[in-house]
């Protein structure tokens, strides 16, 4: 089993930076592809940021490419999303995932990927 818990979000001005973490348990945590998603109000939930189960391969939505930074701590079980020049449209409850198959590409870029899914934390960019 694994539990992943999102921190980090919050309200930021048009233009700012935030940077939400990911914890998670499991010893296996190295070999996971991981993810992160977001759903804006009325909307679906959708891709965001994803990496490789090694690390070496990350990928983003078109939307944020350029301003969004994935990363992983694996001394700490962590993985962050650091975004910068935020927008109002960035505005959504951000979700990490755990993707532990070993099947599959590099970037996992659909939900039915993923095996585990945190609360996810929300982040408000005001305009």
């Known amino acids: 089993q694994v539990q992943l818990v999102e921190s980090g979000g919050g309200l930021v001005q048009t233009g700012g930076s935030l940077s939400v973490s990911c914890a998670a348990s499991?010893?296996?945590?190295?070999?996971?592809?991981m993810g992160w998603f977001r759903r804006a109000p009325g909307k679906e939930r959708e891709f965001v940021a994803g990496?490789?189960?090694?690390?070496?391969?990350?990928d983003y939505a078109d939307s944020v490419k350029g301003r969004f930074t994935i990363s992983r701590d694996s001394a700490k079980n962590t993985v962050y999303l650091q975004m910068n020049s935020l927008k109002p449209e960035d505005t959504a409850v951000y979700y990490c995932a755990a993707a532990t198959s070993i099947f599959g590409g590099a970037i996992r870029r659909f939900e039915s990927e993923y095996d585990y899914w945190g609360q996810g934390t929300q982040v408000t960019v005001s305009s």
């Open positions: 990496m490789s189960r090694s690390g070496g391969v990350t």
């Open positions: 499991g010893r296996a945590f190295d070999s996971y592809a």
